[in-house]
């Protein structure tokens, strides 16, 4: 198969609609991409139908042949990671932009960026904000904006062009743009306002009419709310955020959104309404007594408005606002689910005109003492939707919709009957052997959905502020079987691209790297969640540590991870603790902070994102946190290792003596805490001196990095014997030392091989928990051990991957046997069949299977490694990264003992490829002798099996003997 027709056949399981337009959308813009002058043209008459694919492919191929395909072309133009941010209230955001070329080692040279207060201005190439001029420079990626100084909602318009290796410049890129928010706390008029009554339970609906004497020419809304907010202006909803403002540090931090709200406003009289739900602001989030963070809900909106004749109208909330709490959602809760009385609707209440009735003045509050900050991440949306699989009637009257797949949303519900029918909407994600629905596992959290409705044929619902992990929907009370389409389930998450597709020759592997990435659907909720069903759905920072790199494979997740940052970085301990959870709803002073490998993602993720994203900023922001972090464990551990001050030891949680099975071994798989906690201070120290090299801050990177060895040499004189055992003899406690570097260089192959050794003695199972099972899988292949890694992750016995796809399941499970054909479910109490940790297996599959990986040497994909791994049986892999570079991809198949690997190397990136093969000279790069083709140099390889070539950017096909394995 052909890189080109990939995009069109890797999507093939579930009903992933907007995947798959997705996945064309892409092919089609692949196909575009060489011939752009033609593409307005070509895109008309494809929306038009004059113009059939195939006619299309002629058409492109054609071109190509003619020598139309431009050498240098500048496209993905991005601001602070986002297409076209608005009210940002960043001072000097980051751009960066893609490059395609058909030439193998292009590479920019320079780079010039206009940026234009009008869109005219940009057309005239006036940038009249910043204009770099030619900047001789290779930077693609995070140029810090330094024009004009930016002010409170200014709209900026920008384009690039960038020179080529040859000297020639690229013509200009197509336009993109950004606004700017309400920079200054002065600039907000509005005041916050909540209903007089402040009542907690039914959402509060509020209104305020007004007129408007002349066209709109523009209107913005910066708009936001305590609890969760949903906007309409005259009777119509504004954009398609859901469950906004998401999760924060509410009492440090309050995100508002940035709506062009022109098209809704007209002259004469206007609506503004809004509804504002409990969400995660109040009511029970998890353990926590009484309201997370405050009683009622809140709402702030300023709307300013542009006249045609040029004066300015600003409407705000504040006296003059009405509210009720009479609205139809009469309770919502994130773990609750939503009742919903469509007999309260009143059609009138988000429309000008009369009054409904019963509303009351609003009350004024004082500002709350948060900042207001701009939503830096992609908001939570409908990503998909899924139509049920089958209808079952296991009680009479009561039906059970599947979906298929387990997955993160709601459903949007038709029905029809008389006026008070209450149908009930209960949600799970697995059913009782009598097909009845499985709830046990959901403790606390009912996630059930009841519609009231009003008796007028056939009404439509959906539930507002709630969501739900399901794969079962069971729904009663409308008294006749419903039809298989009375319900859809949207799929809702925060809505970060897509970034990376995979596929290979084994199904098994196939499925579990879906179920990987629905998991991380599921879990994606603004925050970084463990689970999206039960009365938890935290930030649990361990289980995103463990699961980072995987999740940055799967999306672009830099916006995401530098809000959630923020969120850490808020929630920290004044004693210098990061919180075992973030957000934080409780007083990280006072508890749940400072665990072991749970508080050090405050430490390792913020590196990943530099390591994935080059985003200095972000370790620059976030240094001064992680540095206070390491020097706390410091402080109370002069002997350093690290035996006070742990908090919770939830160690390597869920580790093999969790398991509690017939002839499995009750103990030997939990490393002892000690062991564990200190290979995470020394990995961590470590971190933070390279983040202080990073940052060219050469006194601490010496005395981090200072530390991080005085760490290992107490860590190895404690607990590392001189034959390499290390204390506790755990499989885990190799995969940490070895993970983390932590050993001299003489010990690796004798802890690499009491790690095979532990491996044996379960009988060719892991007993690790979630923060080892992928270390020990990236270390068994690191140290030469791949047959074991590949056997482990093909493993379809006990405890296994394979256990829990042949037992049904279509995400990652929190347990290898969360449930058991025959013998049924786990302890209901801790049971998820949405969590990510163990998935974090995935970043295994992306390293070694598709053989894609960052490179510290050059962060951001300036350089990167292809590395993929032959392994029995496997007969082929494709995948490809849109990494911030660019599309990287890498394709491999094993054809009559001849290894065949095509990749593709953006421009203005070299990798380093590791072509296996036992024969090194016999290595091709297409017809030529590889270490002779052009943009490769051969390197001294240091992996046995593998020839090592530096490439330039382009296009590569290498073909080397490989032994058959
Ligand atoms: C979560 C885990 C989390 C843990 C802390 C659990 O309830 O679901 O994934 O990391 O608590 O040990």
């Not at 056939?458 to 794969?471: I, L």
């Not at 994102?609 to 464990?633: E, S």
């Not at 530390?707 to 014997?721: G, P, S």
């Amino acid at each position: 198969m052909s890189f080109t027709d990939w995009s069109v056949t890797w999507t093939t399981s579930n009903a992933e609609v907007n995947s798959r337009e997705k996945a064309q959308e892409a092919q089609r813009i692949r196909l575009f991409a060489p011939f752009a002058p033609l593409r307005g043209y070509l895109d008309c008459a494809l929306s038009s139908g004059l113009l059939c694919k195939a006619t299309f492919s002629l058409l492109a191929a054609t071109a190509l042949l003619a020598g139309n395909a431009p050498a240098l072309e500048v496209t993905g133009l991005r601001c602070e990671y986002l297409d076209a941010p608005r009210g940002m209230d960043v001072a000097q955001p980051r751009l960066s932009w893609q490059i395609r070329s058909g030439r193998r080692g292009e590479r920019q040279t320079a780079y010039q960026v206009l940026v234009a207060s009008t869109e005219t201005r940009l057309r005239n190439n006036q940038g009249d904000l910043w204009d770099t001029g030619p900047v001789a420079s290779d930077q693609s990626i995070q140029v810090a904006y330094g024009g004009r100084a930016l002010v409170s909602r200014m709209r900026c318009h920008w384009k690039v062009r960038v020179w080529g290796r040859n000297g020639a410049a690229s013509s200009w890129s197509a336009p993109a743009s950004w606004t700017m928010g309400l920079l200054a706390p002065d600039d907000w008029q509005a005041k916050w306002i909540a209903d007089a009554a402040q009542a907690p339970k039914p959402a509060v609906l509020f209104r305020k009419t007004f007129e408007l004497d002349s066209r709109v020419e523009r209107a913005t809304a910066y708009v936001t709310g305590l609890g969760l907010y949903e906007l309409r202006i005259n009777g119509r909803r504004v954009g398609e955020n859901l469950l906004a403002p998401e999760w924060t540090s509410y009492s440090n931090r309050v995100q508002y959104q940035t709506c062009d709200v022109t098209g809704l406003l007209q002259r004469g009289a206007n609506a503004l309404a809004a509804v504002v739900g409990q969400g995660w602001f109040m009511g029970r989030l998890m353990g926590i007594a009484g309201d997370a963070y405050g009683a009622f809900p809140r709402f702030l909106l300023q709307l300013e408005v542009e006249l045609a004749d040029g004066r300015r109208q600003l409407i705000v909330t504040g006296p003059g606002w009405q509210s009720t709490t009479e609205g139809p959602i009469r309770a919502a809760g994130i773990y609750d689910g939503e009742t919903y009385d469509a007999r309260l609707e009143n059609a009138r209440w988000d429309t000008p005109g009369l009054e409904p009735p019963g509303w009351k003045p609003v009350r004024v509050l004082e500002p709350p003492p948060a900042r207001l900050v701009w939503q830096r991440n992609e908001p939570i949306r409908v990503t998909g939707e899924l139509k049920p699989v089958s209808l079952a009637e296991p009680k009479p009257g009561v039906y059970v919709f599947d979906f298929g797949q387990n997955m993160v949303g709601w459903c949007r519900l038709k029905a029809s009957g008389a006026a008070g029918t209450t149908v009930t909407l209960r949600h799970a994600e697995m059913t009782n052997e009598d097909g009845t629905l499985y709830t046990a596992n959901l403790r606390g959290a009912p996630q059930v959905d009841r519609f009231i409705l009003r008796g007028a044929g056939e009404e439509t619902f959906e539930p507002h502020f709630t969501y739900h992990g399901f794969r079962y929907v069971e729904l009663t009370g409308q008294g006749r079987r419903p039809r298989l389409d009375s319900l859809v389930a949207k799929v809702i998450h925060s809505a970060a691209p897509e970034a990376g597709r995979f596929e290979c020759s084994d199904p098994a592997i196939n499925q579990l790297m879906r179920n990987i990435l629905w998991t991380q659907r599921a879990n994606l909720m603004g925050c970084p969640t463990d689970c999206p069903q039960r009365d938890e759905r935290f930030g649990w920072m361990g289980d995103i540590q463990a699961f980072s790199q995987t999740a940055i494979f799967n999306m672009n997740l830099a916006a995401f991870l530098a809000k959630w940052l923020q969120d850490v970085r808020d929630d920290q301990a004044a004693d210098g603790r990061f919180p075992d959870y973030a957000p934080h709803p409780g007083d990280p002073n006072a508890g749940a902070s400072g665990a072991p490998a749970w508080a050090d993602a405050g430490v390792i993720v913020p590196w990943r994102v530099y390591q994935n994203y080059a985003d200095t900023r972000l370790l620059a922001d976030h240094f001064d946190a992680a540095r206070r972090w390491i020097d706390y464990i410091r402080r109370l551990n002069p002997e350093l290792i690290w035996a006070k001050g742990r908090g919770n030891d939830y160690n390597d949680w869920l580790n093999g003596d969790w398991i509690k099975q017939k002839d499995w071994p009750p103990k030997g798989g939990s490393v002892p805490n000690e062991v564990f906690a200190t290979s995470f201070f020394a990995h961590s120290a470590e971190l933070v001196g390279r983040m202080a090299e990073v940052l060219g801050r050469k006194d601490e990177a010496l005395r981090y990095r200072g530390l991080a060895e005085k760490i290992r040499t107490a860590f190895n004189e404690k607990f590392v014997t001189p034959d390499g055992r290390i204390q506790g003899d755990t499989q885990a406690g190799y995969a940490l030392a070895l993970d983390f570097d932590l050993l001299p260089p003489e010990l690796r192959p004798k802890a690499a091989l009491r790690l095979v050794e532990g491996i044996r003695n379960y009988h060719g199972h892991l007993s690790t928990g979630i923060q080892t099972t992928h270390r020990a899988m990236f270390e068994l292949t690191r140290c030469g051990y791949n047959d074991t890694a590949w056997q482990l992750l093909t493993n379809r016995t006990f405890p296994s991957w394979g256990y829990m796809l042949d037992n049904g399941a279509t995400t990652i499970w929190e347990r290898w046997d969360g449930y058991v054909k025959g013998r049924g479910f786990q302890d209901p109490g801790m049971n998820s069949f949405n969590h990510w940790a163990f998935g974090a297996v995935g970043e295994w599959v992306w390293r070694n299977i598709a053989g894609i990986n960052p490179d510290d040497a050059g962060p951001g994909y300036k350089h990167f490694v292809i590395h993929p791994r032959v392994c029995p049986g496997l007969a082929w892999a494709r995948a490809s990264y849109d990494s911030i570079h660019g599309p990287i991809s890498s394709e491999w198949r094993i054809e009559r003992g001849t290894f065949k690997l095509n990749i593709r190397v953006p421009p203005n990136t070299t990798a380093s490829v590791f072509v296996p093969t036992a024969e090194p000279d016999a290595v091709t790069e297409g017809r030529t002798q590889a270490a002779n083709a052009p943009g490769i140099e051969l390197r001294r390889s240091t992996e046995p099996g593998a020839a090592h070539y530096e490439v330039q950017s382009g296009r590569y096909s290498f073909s080397a003997p490989v032994p058959s394995l």
